[in-house]
């Protein structure tokens, strides 16, 4: 119990998280479950509220897209349920919205370049956040197009 308190006191931490945690300590898994049990029962636990937490924080300061989310919580231990739970909070547009603000930050230091090399960028930037490739290089070429159209009479 107290293994576990002093792992959650440093920050909040999926079951998952903590039971791996605990087996490679060596503890029992039976052992393990019963003391992860009551410790969320007394309410340190809460895997629903955990990947909210986690999907907002993300998204809103990485950009990440939902399907590398969704990566990094199956990797936390958090049932594919609250994960799609916690994915709500974001529609579509907000995840799209999302990707034009990264692609114009990444636009302002590149807005030198030769217009191919920055679009090329813009979308390996999106690419890694998670974003389809489609998308990426929609949203890139959008994004440096707008500044590369002529400027009327």
Request: aromatic share 6%.
């Amino acid at each position: 119990m107290s293994v576990v308190m002093r792992r959650l006191n440093a920050t909040a931490r999926s079951r998952g998280e903590l039971r791996i945690y605990l087996l490679g300590k060596d503890f029992e898994l039976d052992q393990i479950e019963s003391v992860l049990d009551r410790v969320e029962s007394m309410g340190y636990i809460d895997d629903a509220q955990y990947a909210l937490d986690w999907v907002r924080s993300r998204h809103r300061s990485r950009g990440l897209a939902p399907s590398v989310l969704t990566r990094e919580l199956v990797n936390k231990g958090i049932d594919r349920e609250l994960i799609d739970v916690a994915l709500e909070q974001f529609s579509e547009q907000d995840t799209q919205d999302r990707a034009y603000q990264l692609a114009a930050k990444k636009y302002r230091s590149l807005h030198e370049l030769d217009g191919k090399v920055a679009i090329r960028r813009i979308a390996s930037l999106l690419q890694r956040k998670g974003y389809a490739p489609g998308v990426c290089w929609q949203i890139a070429m959008e994004t440096v197009g707008a500044d590369l159209e002529p400027v009327g009479d």
